[in-house]
């Protein structure tokens, strides 16, 4: 199983990134798929996840307005399109895959997701 994350980099406050997670050895449309963040010295956090069958979404109080979780089962790819990026934001940004879940659920905590991408560092400058 592969996850892999690309799109992210610096950008200044204001801006946006889309981030994507391409996935391979796993059946990407049964698995619901998340989004964490983990800042330096913090503990990682979730940021936004997606259920396998229905495609509902869940945003953390943080992000909500901001970041919307997407994903395309074709392509086998997540995606998180991140606007009005604060230097709050900065952290690296890893997706993740679970499988299992009851259709409509949407994982919030890290022991509930199977793999996890490497992860990409996002940077928002002042």
């Known amino acids: 199983v592969q996850l892999i994350e690309s799109g992210g980099g610096l950008v200044q406050a204001g801006g946006s990134l889309r981030l994507s997670c391409g996935a391979s050895g796993v059946a990407f449309s049964r698995n619901a798929m998340g989004w964490f963040r983990q800042a330096p010295g913090k503990e990682r956090e979730f940021v936004a996840g997606i259920s396998w069958s229905d495609d509902i979404a869940r945003h953390s109080d943080s992000v909500k307005g901001r970041f919307t979780i997407s994903r395309d089962n074709a392509a086998n790819t997540l995606y998180l399109q991140m606007n009005s990026l604060t230097p709050a934001d900065t952290a690296v940004y890893y997706c993740?895959?679970?499988?299992?879940?009851?259709?409509?659920?949407?994982?919030?905590?890290?022991?509930?997701?199977?793999?996890w991408g490497q992860g990409t560092q996002v940077t928002v400058s002042s």
């Open positions: 993740a895959a679970s499988y299992g879940m009851l259709a409509g659920s949407i994982p919030t905590r890290i022991y509930e997701y199977d793999y």
